[in-house]
């Protein structure tokens, strides 16, 4: 059974950094593309970031230079870097998995959520 | 601002069939057979209902489905159940330096 589970969400401060992390099991990481989207409060779903199973990696222009997605293959688990984060950053963040040619999402995790707040 | 446009909400009886749409433009929606649909209860993570416009994944409810036209796409669910109240979204491929976009999300009620 496919099962994403992210953590390391929490309230930080404006110019702060924080790394989530997805743990995946049902299925390995490095062979499939890996998303992270998130949800401001009240607000609809917002494309992040993707990393490739050949290790591409690409940004949404809000985040370009600031967030950083990875993956640790031994630990089968995704991670996105935050880092000079904004108030505008506040979102429940969830990683998905994209399968298909061309890729859509299948899967998701139930999120974590980034407060972004002095 | 999402980059594509769902109703706020839409609502229909037990039984009833209803249609959400989402609208892009030509360079998401209008380019590319790459919608999908998500339903999201409370709380919950978001549930792929429909992929490439119209596909339904195995498991899915052939109550659901999906269509196209131009730079509209649409949900139909029909004979409504009380378990489809939910929020759904769209998702569009837009090419290779926009990726995806989203809508909003629409909220159904199921009266």
């Known amino acids: 059974e496919v099962q994403l589970v992210e953590s390391g969400g929490g309230l930080i401060q404006p110019g702060g950094s924080l790394r989530l992390s997805c743990a995946a099991s049902g299925f390995t990481v490095s062979s499939n593309y890996m998303s992270w989207v998130r949800q401001a409060p009240g607000k609809g779903l917002e494309w992040v970031s993707v990393i490739y199973s050949g290790g591409s990696t690409y940004y949404a222009d809000s985040v370009k230079g600031r967030f950083t997605i990875s993956r640790d293959n031994s630990k089968n688990t995704l991670y996105l870097q935050m880092n000079s984060l904004r108030a505008e950053d506040t979102a429940v963040y969830y990683c998905a998995r994209l399968v298909g040619a061309p890729p859509h999402f299948d899967y998701w995790g139930q999120g974590t959520l980034v407060t972004v707040s002095s | ?111």
């Open chain 2, 1 to 111: 601002q999402s980059a594509l446009t769902q109703p706020a909400s839409v609502s229909g009886s037990p039984g009833q069939s209803i249609t959400i749409s989402c609208t892009g433009t030509s360079s998401d929606v209008g380019s590319y057979n790459l919608v999908s649909w998500y339903q999201q209860h409370p709380g919950k993570a978001p549930k792929l209902m429909i992929y490439e416009v119209s596909k339904r994944p195995s498991g899915v409810s052939n109550r659901f489905s999906g269509s196209k036209s131009g730079n509209t796409a649409s949900l139909t669910i029909s004979g409504l159940q009380a378990e489809d109240e939910a929020d759904y979204y769209c998702c569009s491929y837009a090419g290779s330096s926009t990726f995806w976009v989203f809508g909003g999300g629409t909220k159904l009620t199921v009266l």
